[in-house]
């Protein structure tokens, strides 16, 4: 006869209760239907924490998650908590998976995972960092996730407009999440860092607390130019990119940074440590201001009776050196580039956070501009090369996007300009952000109707504004239109397929068909500035839509084309996901065949 093992409801609870936190929370969801035994031990209140904790990073800000797993685990109602966050992944999922299966009706869909808010990360996240081998890798992409990104960005920056509370460091860091992709360094990341380091700070220092406030600010700036945690390796590398983005010098591990990134690590680190640093509106170069408390001096005396309203200030430059910056240095420099003796309080005092905004905002455009030109050069024989930056990081087109929705929402600078300047400003912004949401973030309509056309209402630039959205969302709920190669010039004439990769034999770039025509479709115009009717091949030629490698869309004569056999075009690899499933071998697999069924 056999003799049988232990069965489980033969164990005690607590071995029962300890398996489960071993298993996945589905097992739990099953055993509960066994027995009213088991369906107690699985309702435990903290096993349910546990998989909320464990299963799940990301929370919408009105959980309160950390307060809650930090509180008393009979308060909150973990496993309703755990079925809510089970359903928005199912949700996220469902509709993820309907944006891949067809082109039409993507805007909606995005918006309505975006309306999950950052519930849904944690799904988009798992779907993008599917195996290589996975059918539709590629059109896996993390378009939905830069959505959702860029709408709580723009969010935390109306709230700063609107004049509610907004760290420095947070409406900063809304420049990392209009970059971020699938790295850390979100809002909540970059607070995390802060924390941090102040405790190391206080651990580094152990009589922190002891000191004056002029101490003080000079030990922890000394502390982060001693690890390193402001300022640059190299002036060779100043007009970077990525010197302007706070999670980032926060996270690389060199550090770099700008010298108003610097200073907004300096006065975030000071605040936390209970001083009263703000950044320093310094021109050409941002200073750090820290203030004495009042009725007292920066090294602790009290201050006489009718002195109290007298607040005694220093001056540091977190980006050079952990010394106090002399107020007479400042003065002078002040007086070199012609500023009147009566003006030098203008710069000398705090300066608003949105005025930093703004200021980093004008860093990343002169950051991005400067990249675009050093990107393209000229070989010996006059004939144009582009350096490819689409799989630069920070992403260029997404940190200049994010520096024109700053510019948009928070206007200019808090200069004194009048409401006429301040609407000319931004009118002159306008053209510059619909481009870019016209060819590199089409899915961005909802944010576009909820945030720009009010800033435009009862203008001409808000009718033209209208129309463009209708125009977008009439091309993504049209179907599109089937082009097949079933008949016979289509056969006859069309020479390459989607999915193929070319170098443009004149101007050299890599690019990626998308679509064709049997002949030029353009406009009589457009031909003739393009002087079409001068190829070879003339306009009676087949024409091609190409992804270019810097990411813009364009008309290709066949006669211009070179295919290009790789084995992995890795330039275009980060952009292939809208049209495109995965790579195989010497071409892109088609995600578009509703429109190229034959390719």
């Not at 830069?146 to 860091?173: F, N, Y």
């Not at 003796?341 to 905002?361: A, C, H, K, M, Q």
């Not at 599109?480 to 190669?485: G, L």
């Not at 030029?520 to 115009?525: R, T, Y």
Request: proline share 4%.
């Amino acid at each position: 006869m056999a003799i049988l093992g232990p069965s489980l409801s033969g164990l005690p609870n607590e071995v029962i209760q300890n398996i489960l936190y071993h298993l996945p929370p589905h097992s739990s969801s099953t055993l509960q239907r066994v027995s009213n035994r088991f369906l107690d031990i699985t309702n435990e209140p903290l096993l349910w924490r546990y998989y909320c904790r464990t299963e799940f990073k990301y929370w919408n800000a009105h959980h309160n998650i950390r307060e809650k797993l930090a509180g008393n685990v009979s308060v909150v109602d973990w496993k309703e908590l755990y079925i809510h966050r089970a359903n928005v992944e199912h949700a996220t999922t469902s509709t993820l998976n309907s944006i891949l299966a067809g082109q039409t009706g993507r805007i909606d869909k995005f918006q309505k995972i975006v309306d999950l808010g950052y519930d849904a990360k944690d799904a988009l996240l798992r779907h993008y960092h599917v195996g290589d081998d996975t059918e539709d890798v590629l059109a896996r992409s993390d378009a939905v996730l830069g959505c959702l990104h860029r709408t709580l960005a723009i969010q935390e920056w109306c709230k700063l407009k609107d004049g509610e509370p907004t760290s420095l460091e947070r409406a900063l860091a809304a420049y990392d999440m209009f970059v971020l992709h699938d790295r850390t360094g979100d809002f909540e990341e970059v607070s995390d860092y802060m924390h941090d380091l102040a405790l190391r700070v206080k651990i580094e220092c152990p009589n922190f607390e002891d000191l004056t406030v002029r101490e003080r600010a000079l030990s922890l700036a000394r502390f982060l130019r001693e690890n390193n945690l402001t300022g640059l390796s190299s002036e060779d590398t100043y007009k970077d990119l990525q010197n302007s983005f706070i999670g980032i010098a926060l996270q690389d591990k060199d550090h770099p940074s700008l010298p108003l990134v610097s200073v907004a690590i300096f006065c975030s680190l000071a605040q936390r440590l209970g001083l009263d640093a703000r950044p320093c509106g310094f021109p050409f170069h941002v200073h750090a201001i820290v203030h004495a408390p009042q009725g007292e001096t920066l090294d602790g005396r009290v201050l006489p009776p009718g002195h109290c309203d007298l607040r005694e200030s220093m001056y540091l430059d977190p980006f050079r050196s952990h010394r106090e910056t002399p107020v007479e240095s400042l003065r002078a420099q002040l007086d070199s580039i012609g500023v009147s003796p009566s003006s030098y309080l203008t710069y000398l005092v705090d300066s608003p956070t949105e005025d930093i905004v703004l200021r980093t905002g004008r860093n990343i455009m002169s950051s991005v501009q400067e990249s675009h030109q050093n990107a393209m050069v000229h070989n010996t024989n006059n004939r144009t090369h582009y350096l490819s930056t689409a799989n630069t990081f920070p992403d260029m087109e997404s940190a200049f996007y994010g520096a024109l929705w700053a510019a948009l929402i928070l206007g200019v600078s808090t200069d004194g300009e009048g409401p006429v300047a301040f609407l000319v400003r931004r009118r002159q912004y306008l053209p510059y952000i619909v481009e870019h949401f016209e060819t590199h973030f089409p899915t961005d309509v909802s944010l576009v109707e909820e945030y720009i056309l009010p800033l435009f209402r009862n203008l001409q630039e808000h009718d033209q504004l209208c129309n463009t959205v209708r125009v977008m969302r009439a091309g993504d709920t049209m179907p599109k239109r089937v082009v097949r190669r079933d008949h016979e010039e289509a056969a006859r004439q069309i020479k390459y397929k989607v999915g193929q990769v070319f170098k443009h034999k004149r101007y050299n770039y890599q690019a990626v068909i998308t679509g064709w025509d049997v002949e030029c479709g353009a406009a009589e115009q457009w031909m003739r500035q393009m002087r079409v009717d001068e190829l070879s091949g003339g306009r009676h030629q087949s024409f091609y839509h190409v992804l270019v490698e810097d990411k813009s869309v364009r008309y290709v004569a066949e006669e211009n084309i070179e295919i290009e056999v790789l084995e992995v075009p890795r330039n275009l690899m980060n952009l292939a996901g809208r049209y495109f499933k995965r790579w195989s071998n010497d071409h892109f697999v088609s995600n578009i065949k509703d429109e190229y069924p034959d390719d």
